[in-house]
């Protein structure tokens, strides 16, 4: 089992440029969440999925940001254009269903420095 | 889902037992309390959860009071690699969908030689 894969691992670019985030689920999992943290904010909820439909995309901030999962194996997270308030480390993490598996495995997370 | 109240950070002498406390009063009758762990620069990690009754894993004890309303994570014999900041979250769980987690400020547990 690789846990939860995310890439890239940093990523540095400059203010209005396009970036995308990428997250693979643990096989199996069937909730996936993506998390952005800084030191002010700490760990927020941005937006999850249940079996690849959104369920509450409440937490994204603007219409900058969008996340997609077109498969139970992946999903994006694509901020366009970016902005340096919005350096922080991503982290998705995905969860299974029943009685097992109510625990969340995270991904290592994306440092992403906008300059 | 219920709030919860936990110490800004905290100090345990390495190879002692690590108490960290949680206060969540207003825990619903379906809700879990479910611990997490984040170690400088990852993600968080699972530790343990529990209902109502007493939990024990590889990593930990969850002791929750008979009233629900407060619960203890107890590390056996903590070491260095034991600091993190800790997260104590009530969350309703059920078996058809996975609900979300929102996370605290949590406790920063220091662990000195």
């Known amino acids: 089992d690789a846990g939860v894969i995310q890439s890239p691992r940093h990523e540095v670019t400059e203010m209005g440029q396009e970036v995308t985030l990428r997250c693979k689920p643990i096989s199996g999992h069937n909730s996936l969440f993506w998390y952005r943290q800084t030191m002010m904010r700490g760990l927020e909820l941005l937006i999850y999925?249940?079996?690849?439909?959104?369920?509450?995309d409440s937490g994204m901030p603007e219409d900058r940001f969008s996340a997609k999962m077109p498969n139970a194996s992946f999903s994006t997270l694509k901020i366009q254009p970016s902005e340096p308030r919005d350096s922080a480390v991503y982290f998705c993490?995905?969860?299974?269903?029943?009685?097992?598996?109510?625990?969340?495995?995270f991904g290592s997370g994306t440092r992403l420095t906008v300059v | 889902d219920a709030k919860t109240t936990q110490p800004t950070s905290m100090d345990c002498a390495e190879g002692r037992a690590a108490n960290l406390p949680c206060n969540h009063s207003?825990?619903?009758?379906?809700?879990?309390v479910y611990w997490y762990r984040q170690i400088h620069s990852q993600g968080p990690q699972y530790i343990i959860h529990g209902l109502k009754n007493n939990e024990t894993n590889e990593m930990a004890s969850l002791i929750i009071t008979e009233d629900r309303k407060s619960s203890t994570l107890i590390l056996p014999h903590a070491t260095l690699r034991d600091t993190a900041v800790y997260y104590c979250i009530v969350r309703a769980a059920t078996v058809s969908s996975a609900s979300k987690i929102i996370f605290g400020s949590g406790t920063r547990l220091s662990i000195r030689p």
């Open positions: 993490a995905s969860s299974g269903t029943g009685r097992r598996n109510y625990g969340y495995t």
């Open positions: 999925f249940n079996n690849n439909v959104p369920i509450d």
């Open positions: 207003t825990i619903s009758g379906n809700e879990y």
